[in-house]
């Protein structure tokens, strides 16, 4: 029975340490803002949409707190750092000029996962 609680154990623990290994939420799904006037879309394969129309890519970046998102619609690059505050609750934050900001503010946005 040590044995294998000691095996069980190591398997845990060689799992977190393998490179590309997520203990994070994923991003992927539907996200809409507690007013319901946004609503975005990403999906596996680096692609985001809106309700408005609108559509782009996205890059993700874990490595960085607060997380980096780099969007990018019709060659216009927009940098946000966002953080999960639950599995399914994202904060979002983005400057009008498409710059990345330093921390969050009152302008930050609630996305829920629908």
């Known amino acids: 029975m040590k044995k294998m609680l000691?095996?069980?154990i190591l398997v845990v623990l060689m799992a977190c340490s393998?490179?590309?290994?997520?203990?994070?939420?994923?991003i992927v799904g539907n996200w809409v803002s507690d007013d319901s006037q946004v609503t975005l879309t990403f999906?596996?394969?680096g692609k985001v949409t809106s309700t408005a129309g609108q559509s782009g890519?996205?890059?993700i970046n874990y490595?960085?707190?607060p997380i980096r998102l780099d969007l990018v619609e019709n060659g216009v690059?927009?940098?946000a750092i966002i953080e999960f505050v639950d599995n399914n609750?994202?904060?979002i934050q983005v400057n009008p000029d498409g710059s990345r900001?330093?921390?969050f503010d009152q302008n930050a946005m609630l996305l829920r996962r629908k």
């Open 6 to 8: 000691l095996f069980l």
């Open 18 to 26: 393998i490179p590309g290994f997520e203990s994070h939420p994923s």
């Open 43 to 45: 999906d596996a394969n």
């Open 57 to 59: 890519t996205y890059t």
């Open 63 to 65: 490595d960085y707190v």
């Open 77 to 79: 690059a927009t940098q």
């Open 89 to 91: 609750t994202l904060r």
């Open 101 to 103: 900001p330093a921390a």
